[in-house]
């Protein structure tokens, strides 16, 4: 809903994304802010937001096939790892230069997603939901089988990239690198599910036999979709391994796949602003329980391993409750909470 | 050839428990078109509930048994009323989400009462060893396998044969028209969760005396899910046929790929998954419904 006295007066205006001045405003000094933020942020702040950014790429990703385009990927986590190694691997064994290695995780990515997509898409239900669930199984299986290249479970150290001389390790130096990708593929996202593509992966979606009715080959659609999906979750991969310059199987668990379900269930399925709130919400919460956790374990009367499993424990049941208690109570997520208030505050003192 | 024998069987016994396990997403399935997710924990719960009854109590390990059967069923009822009776008429999808939610929840009870420590079993039966020809069993082993064949069986004649099992199986056709003949949905549906909890007991209790129970237990859960999809989602009885299957080839792959990949066995069913999906996607038993707008 846009504020009171904009109209749209040329065609122009009825698509722009950026509506009115007071949003171009906030959206340069947002920018203004992130290309500023190494100045006054700390190391830790700002490798938090790094690996948020990157989190919000993976997600995306799954938002554009399971929100949009409603097919449940259970293996999101071993995609980004997909993307990570190959990434790694590209720069390793086959001097790649890094700043290409990026596009090309991305197409490995892709690819791989599509021999686990394509049986599944074929039929109608939620097979993509097991396809990938095997996925998750069978790449991290394959990643600590093949010792020599990958480390196994010992991991693999990842090349920094370089620009001329410089080399890029320190956080501030990779904000420069993971910042402007993650704006483009957010944009990039934004602008696809408003067109042909990400209406036709909604009408696949609400309905699927009408959707074939329209015209749509949901096959090609769905498996569009998960390639999508594939891709970003390379991208965020290959930031994944150089922002943290040492990659192991441990980092892609399923339980990773499942927390990038539960950033696109806080935040609100089927949007893209739904993908950063989660993504910030669920972040800051993983980062309060790491702090949190052991202090209300020890307060609970754990000592020493039983408080540590204690803490493990609310760790997971958190995660899970979260998960619960969007989808029953709230399931338009923390978008639909946002828009209300958005509404709420354009049209005060009126009630609608 | 004694050495293939040897794994056939087995892969017979231990993938009729298999059955057993998928069993109970079957139902679920049936009646209300959702895959749960939970199953796996399930699983797992009710392994650490029979040890807990068998070491902590020192009870008989009958008794343990029917305690973990209980106390199973307990738990999909409390799940299916806390949580998916919320579910009724919302989108399928959701649902599945919430089944992934409540996955975490049984984990995080599991790992705080437990600590996700490994929990050998006692042995229950006597260890001797059975010789068909040039095959060695465990009689133990038969036992169990004894067990769970029996429990499908029973599981089957409930759902054809009695009242209550019909009405299970009419509301999975169809919740409204079920509903008009009389048949309470949101009963059912609790039935129907406690039962598939059951499913998941038994084998949780059956699968945990042979290796100990241990929070790797819940990627043995998710074989349910090749089972399930060999089986071709609806058929109850399929799945047992199925399980004896991905039993069959988890075994082979033990005996004839691991030492050429180690741990490929732990994967294999994954990828029978894939292929099953790839040239059989209905299953062997399964139907291909034909849809209306």
Redesign the interface.
């Known amino acids: 809903m846009l504020p009171g006295g904009v109209f749209n007066t040329r065609y122009e205006q009825e698509t722009a994304i950026v509506r009115t001045g007071a949003q171009w405003g906030l959206l340069i000094g947002f920018l203004a802010l992130v290309l500023l933020a190494p100045l006054f942020l700390s190391v830790h702040l700002l490798s938090f937001f790094i690996t948020m950014a990157i989190i919000i790429i993976g997600a995306l990703g799954l938002q554009l096939v399971t929100g949009y385009c409603?097919q449940?990927v259970l293996g999101q986590a071993a995609f980004v790892a997909v993307g990570a190694y190959s990434f790694a691997l590209l720069c390793l064994k086959l001097n790649v230069s890094p700043w290409l290695a990026i596009p090309i995780a991305g197409v490995i990515t892709t690819s791989v997603g599509v021999i686990?997509g394509?049986?599944?898409v074929?039929?109608?239900g939620?097979?993509l939901?097991?396809?990938t669930?095997?996925?998750q199984?069978?790449i991290l299986?394959l990643i600590?089988?093949f010792r020599e290249l990958t480390g196994g479970p010992d991991g693999m150290a990842v090349p920094p990239l370089t620009i001329g001389n410089m080399v890029l390790i320190r956080d501030e130096q990779v904000w420069y690198v993971v910042m402007p990708i993650t704006f483009i593929m957010i944009f990039i996202a934004r602008n696809l599910v408003r067109s042909r593509f990400g209406r036709s992966f909604v009408a696949i979606r609400d309905?699927d036999?009408?959707a074939s009715?329209l015209g749509i080959n949901i096959f090609i659609y769905k498996l569009l979709a998960f390639a999508i999906s594939s891709f970003f979750a390379g991208i965020a991969g290959s930031l994944f391994a150089i922002s943290r310059m040492h990659i192991i199987p441990e980092q892609f668990t399923f339980t990773e796949s499942?927390w990038y379900?539960?950033i696109i269930?806080v935040g609100g399925m089927g949007t893209i602003t739904g993908v950063i709130f989660g993504a910030a919400v669920l972040e800051g919460l993983k980062e309060g329980i790491i702090y949190l956790g052991p202090i209300v374990a020890t307060a609970l009367g754990g000592m020493g391993?039983?408080a540590t499993?204690?803490s493990?424990?609310?760790?997971?049941?958190?995660?899970?409750?979260?998960?619960?208690l969007f989808?029953?109570f709230e399931?338009r997520g923390l978008t639909h909470l946002w828009e209300i208030i958005k509404r709420t505050y354009r049209l005060w003192p009126f009630p609608y | 050839m004694s050495f293939f024998l040897q794994l056939l069987i087995s892969g017979i016994m231990v993938g009729a428990i298999y059955g057993l396990l998928a069993l109970g997403i079957v139902l679920i399935y049936k009646a209300t078109k959702v895959?749960n997710f939970a199953h796996a924990d399930f699983l797992m719960f009710s392994g650490y509930i029979g040890w807990m009854c068998l070491v902590s109590f020192r009870l008989p390990f009958w008794l343990a048994f029917l305690m973990a059967i209980l106390i199973s069923f307990g738990l999909g009822v409390v799940v299916e009323r806390l949580?998916m009776r919320?579910?009724i008429g919302?989108p399928?999808?959701?649902a599945?989400?919430?089944t992934?939610?409540?996955?975490?929840?049984?984990?995080?009870?599991v790992?705080?009462v437990w600590?996700?420590e490994t929990k050998m079993y006692p042995h229950v039966f006597t260890t001797d060893v059975l010789n068909f020809g040039p095959v060695l069993i465990l009689r133990e082993h038969v036992y169990l396998f004894i067990i769970a064949v029996v429990a499908v069986v029973i599981l089957v004649a409930f759902f054809h044969r009695t009242k209550a099992g019909l009405d299970m199986l009419a509301t999975a056709e169809g919740h409204q028209v079920s509903q008009s003949l009389g048949i309470n949905v949101e009963h059912v549906q609790s039935m129907i969760w406690g039962i598939a909890a059951v499913s998941a007991g038994i084998a949780g209790v059956l699968l945990a005396s042979i290796n100990g129970v241990s929070t790797a237990f819940y990627?043995i859960g998710?074989i349910a899910?090749p089972v399930v999809?060999l089986a071709g989602l609806e058929s109850i009885t399929g799945v047992i046929i199925a399980g004896m299957i991905i039993g069959v080839a988890e075994r082979l792959a033990i005996g004839y790929l691991d030492p050429i990949?180690?741990?490929?066995s732990?994967?294999f069913p994954?990828?029978i998954?894939?292929v099953i999906?790839?040239v059989l996607?209905?299953g062997l038993f399964g139907l291909k419904r034909i849809?209306?707008?």
């Open positions: 409603g449940i686990f394509l049986p599944a074929r039929v109608k939620f097979y939901a097991i396809t669930l095997a996925a199984l069978i299986y600590s089988y309905n036999i009408a009715v499942v379900i539960a269930v391993t039983a499993s204690l493990s424990a609310m760790t997971v049941v958190v995660f899970g409750g979260i998960i619960c989808v029953m399931p | 895959f949580f919320r579910m919302q399928v999808f959701s599945i989400v919430l992934i939610g409540v996955a975490y929840i049984v984990r995080g009870v790992i705080a600590a996700g990627y998710l899910f999809f990949m180690a741990g490929f732990s994967v994954f990828v998954l894939v999906i790839l996607p209905y849809e209306r707008i």
